[in-house]
């Protein structure tokens, strides 16, 4: 492929689509040989359909060929290579949720985000690999086995949206479709280099619904613009999700930059820490100056404490109530991940009171960041503490007590804000002193989709990261010569 084709975006891909220059054809071909490159490195996909891509890809040729700019007319997203999250439905390609016991399972019907994907144009080329069920922040199953880093294998992508992030950092395909339950995006994206969107709760409907309300679906691209467009394709009611609604008639993506420029002085809070573990104090300092750029657009920055209590008692008990609820016990508890099957078991021994107490306790923290928001327009700091740890494990090192399931309690500043539903988006922010990515965090009020995302446009256009991925590929390239 060639160097200025692999990591462009939807809109410089349109521009060769429209003008002859490239097919997507070409390019889907292109996409799937990479693909191929890196998966033994890697391992992101679980399925790859590579001969309905390619003949998917045919058809669009031929329909540009036809209709010429007409054949975009209502499908932004015509002829662009995009992938899955394995926790999302897709007709007639296999979806099994990172688990043994849904290894062969084919949906009949694509989710209500797939369906607008794939109305919109968009070519699904596979399937990215996930935890079993999304259960943790990692990418390792026993399936498939772990994804690995991009930019050290040896180490995690983060998850549970693993192969999502470590594919589109990789230059595999424009877009990747995630989920989000308590940071499953964002952490990736921070770990991988890239952006990941959680928008804000019920915009884009999750289908089947995730019945403890902490779920989102959202992109994982490389470029901000990319992420609002994938945003605004998916979005809109679905009545399979209770918690889905209507959204806004002016579209994310329309005049992105723009809208930025016009964005009055906003007033942002840096957080350095929501709790414990805090980041080590190089890298935050490295994820403070990313917010540069705003500073000198005239918004301004100002430090303020941590302002909620941890909330991980609450929210592990929601995550472990409703693992259980829809865990059934008997023969195949022996292929469920052993990780999983704990939180199920502790699940198993919560009363309806501790239950309505989490429920109570999350009401009060939603209660707190509405407060919150009156007084600042966003929130930022690091989207990860940690840096990212061996591949194989579900959580880092220092946080595996075996004598408590705090799984996921190493990620305080991803999980809050989905027990308060507010959009956030993680963006690069710089590299650590090991070379790897660092994410910043962007925080809106619910609904305030747009301004989160002009606001990381705004930082994307002073403090670039879109040359990393070029250095990524350089890498593939002397590892496949040696």
């Known amino acids: 492929m060639e160097p200025e084709t692999l990591h462009t975006s939807i809109a410089g891909l349109t521009a ?10 070409r390019h889907m071909a292109d996409t799937l040989d990479l693909l191929e490159r890196w998966e033994p490195r890697i391992g992101a996909f679980v399925t790859v359909a590579g001969e309905r891509a390619l003949s998917e890809a045919r058809s669009a040729d031929r329909l540009i060929a036809e209709r010429g700019p007409a054949a975009w007319q209502g499908r932004p997203l015509l002829g662009m290579p995009v992938s899955v999250k394995d926790l999302t439905a897709t007709e007639g390609i296999r979806t099994t949720r990172g688990s043994l016991a849904h290894r062969d399972h084919v949906p009949g019907r694509d989710a209500p985000a797939v369906a607008r994907l794939r109305a919109a144009g968009a070519i699904v080329i596979g399937k990215t690999n996930t935890t079993e069920g999304g ?19 040896a180490l995690t992508s983060g998850g549970s949206s693993a192969g999502a992030a470590a594919s ?17 995006i964002r952490i990736p994206a ?35 613009a990319d992420a609002a467009l994938m945003v605004d394709v998916m979005s809109g009611y679905d009545p399979r999700d209770p918690l889905s609604h209507r959204v806004p008639a002016e579209p994310l993506a329309q005049d992105l930059a723009a809208f930025a420029d016009r964005l009055p002085p906003l007033r942002i809070g840096w957080i350095t820490s929501l709790g414990a573990p805090a980041p080590e104090p190089r890298s935050a300092r490295t994820v403070r100056r990313a917010l540069a750029g705003l500073e000198d657009r005239g918004h301004r920055v100002e430090e303020i404490e941590a302002p909620f209590e941890d909330p ?49 306790q999350r009401s009060r923290l939603r209660t707190q960041a509405l407060a ?10 690091p989207t990860v503490a940690v840096a990212p740890f061996p591949a194989e494990l579900h959580a880092p090192a220092t946080r595996l007590d075996k004598g408590r399931l705090n799984w996921l309690a190493w990620a305080p500043e991803a999980y809050v804000f989905n027990l308060t539903g507010q959009p956030a988006v993680s963006i690069p922010a710089g590299l650590s002193e090991a070379g790897l990515p660092l994410g910043l965090q962007l925080v809106g009020a619910l609904d305030a989709d747009r301004r989160v995302l002009a606001a990381a446009h705004h930082c994307e256009q002073t403090n670039p990261w879109h040359h990393w991925y070029a250095e990524l590929a350089k890498r593939c390239q002397e590892e496949d010569e040696r």
């Open 16 to 25: 060769r689509y429209r003008d002859g220059s490239l097919l997507p054809s």
């Open 135 to 153: 259960w943790s922040a990692a990418g390792s199953n026993r399936l498939q086995g772990p994804t690995r880093n991009p930019w050290d294998p």
């Open 168 to 184: 589109i950092a990789a230059g595999v395909g424009v877009a990747a479709t995630g989920t989000d339950g308590a940071g499953s």
């Open 190 to 224: 921070a770990f991988c280099g890239v952006v990941g969107f959680k928008p804000t709760r019920g915009r884009v409907p999750y289908v089947p619904h995730s019945p403890e309300g902490l779920s989102h679906l959202g992109p994982l691209t490389r470029t901000v």
């Open 312 to 360: 991980y008692p609450c929210l592990e008990t929601i995550l472990a109530a409703w693992e259980a609820a829809g865990h059934d016990p008997g023969p195949s508890d022996t292929l469920v991940d052993p990780g999983r099957l704990r939180v199920i078991e502790y699940g198993l021994t919560l009363g309806a009171a501790q239950l309505a107490r989490a429920y109570e």
């Open 372 to 381: 919150l928001m009156e007084r600042y327009d966003l929130l930022a700091m």
